[in-house]
């Protein structure tokens, strides 16, 4: 099969024709990937930044956000079955650890982290992961449309999962950025929570797609805009900030427009 390999850091990854994955543990699934997303973190492990984190072993295959079709399943597996649509938790678990029953599956004392640390990941036609990984589907979703889901999704709604009870009526929420984390968290903050919702973004294009989403203002990020961001929150700054951006200023654009007891 082809595959996305990257051999060493700094150095463009090359599609690779290498032999399909085969089932070996009796939980194991071989998925058919429909789609892999392309993720700025991918950027981060073909410069090494992973390095000192999981020091992967070169070559692999790149690509953690993936969906697409179960092709086989081990034999223990009974939740699956091969033609699934599927979308794939990042982490393999082991859903033993203390961690695993926290819910905590990210902290997995024994986790694999496929397309990440050195294990092979979606950039290719097939992936073996484990039956714990798989979510199962409709039918009528498309991986195309839900890969990035599998990361870019799931921070994004994570941050605003755990800031909900913050985020009561009549409480203010800014969104910095609106790329592929913040549009995200424009619906995920739409869809639970009663805040007010502000997005601001330096690119005219990434507001107007979220608008579509319903946040209640979105602000162009020019000289103006931290004045606009106070203006519409009475001068106090938002309760909660989302920072989606985290670089070139937008770290203490950030801190500057948390209000009062607010949360950054
Ligand atoms: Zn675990």
């Known amino acids: 099969m082809k595959a996305v390999r990257l051999h060493r850091y700094h150095e463009r990854p090359s599609v690779d024709e290498v032999p399909e994955p085969a089932i070996k543990g009796p939980l194991d699934v071989l998925v058919r990937i429909g789609a892999a997303g392309l993720c700025r973190t991918d950027l981060h492990i073909y410069e090494g930044q992973w390095e000192h984190l999981t020091h992967p072993q070169l070559p692999f295959t790149l690509g953690h956000e993936n969906a697409g079709w179960v092709e086989e399943v081990g034999s223990a597996v009974s939740n699956l079955a091969a033609g699934d649509t599927v979308i794939l938790h990042p982490h393999i678990t082991c859903g033993l650890c203390r961690y695993c029953r926290a819910g905590n599956e990210m902290h997995c004392t024994s986790s ?6 050195g294990t092979d990941g979606g950039m290719a036609n097939y992936l073996l992961t484990d039956a714990r990984s798989v979510v199962k589907l409709d039918p009528s979703l498309q991986p195309a449309d839900v890969a990035a889901l599998a990361d870019a ?4 709604y994570h941050a605003v999962k755990k800031a909900l009870p913050l985020l009561y009526p009549g409480t203010t929420a800014l969104i910095i950025g609106a790329g592929g984390l913040g549009h995200i968290g424009v619906q995920a903050l739409k869809a639970m929570s009663a805040a007010t919702v502000i997005v601001l973004d330096r690119n005219q294009a990434a507001l107007d797609l979220v608008r579509g989403y319903g946040p209640n203002h979105t602000v162009l990020a020019d000289d103006g805009a931290a004045q606009k961001i106070l203006d519409l ?6 309760e909660v900030v989302f920072d989606f951006v985290a670089e070139q200023g937008a770290e203490a654009l950030g801190w500057n427009l948390t209000g009062r007891g607010g949360s950054h």
Not at 153 to 156: D, E, I, P
């Open 233 to 238: 929150t009475d001068g106090q700054g938002a």
């Open 112 to 117: 694999r982290f496929p397309g990440v640390d």
């Open 153 to 156: 999704g799931l921070t994004a």
